[in-house]
């Protein structure tokens, strides 16, 4: 792992961003996983920058983590399924970082006025199938434990697609959360259909960015939820457009994300 100074994130809140762009540096990662070392190079800001260009740096881990993992085990003759247009995964209750929200929501703001209604009008239809279910409660309390896997069973049974898909394809695909990037399977595709499947065989996780960028969203944001359900994401973000100014230095980010993932 990188080695560096201990630091809080949370102390760095008050620094103003500015617009000028600063100097870039270049952080050599390196983590031991059961593939064998994967290493690679983080870039970050020294100045003060939003704390959600965080996320174009942890996806870069994420991925990384993840064709470590693919390569892994397709030596081992497990070669991975997932094939665009196989989208049973995108029926799932997937949750995203505040952080990740923000980044989506830039991700569709950069879609045509009418490609951003679409995703609007999914959501809006999304949300009134969980009020109707009576699952929008449970959801926004962010259930954990096994009363949070019976939400989640309950939300996969009602094959509600993410707002975001179209025609069984991302429309933001660049941009998805550490969430989606981490499911990979290396079984009959077939078998993502269908719940509480005991055939699905995922592909391992070496190191869980997703739970890494959760950590740096409750110490950044300690009065907000460290996790969103996808579908209530944007409109989350367009609720609390203060945090859009919350900033920290690019290098300490990128430190605390992998001090995080240990």
Known sequence: ??????????????????????????????????????????????????????????????????????????????????????????????????????????????????EQEAVKTRAAAVIERLEATGLAQSIRAGLVGEQGKAVVKAYFAEQLACPLLVDEVCSVYKARPTGCRQLGVVSDPSHCAVPDSTQVQRLPVFVDVQRALTRISASLFPEHPSQIPLPLAIAWTQEHPELKTVGARGVDLVKGLLQATG
Not at 37 to 42: C, F, K, N, S, W
Not at 71 to 89: H, I, T
């Open 1 to 114: 792992r990188l080695v560096g100074s201990e630091m809080c994130i949370r102390d760095r809140l008050d620094c103003s961003l500015s617009d000028a762009e600063d100097p870039m540096t270049e952080l050599p990662v390196r983590i031991n996983t059961p593939a064998g070392p994967v290493e690679l190079m983080l870039e970050a800001e020294e100045g003060a920058v939003h704390v959600s260009t965080l996320v174009p740096q942890a996806h870069t881990l994420a991925d990384a983590m993840m064709k470590a993992s693919a390569d892994f085990v397709e030596q081992r003759g497990f070669p991975v399924s997932c094939r665009v247009g196989c989208a049973a995964c995108c029926r799932h209750l997937v949750a995203v970082t505040p952080l990740e929200a923000f980044i989506l929501a830039d991700a569709v703001s950069a879609l045509s006025t009418e």
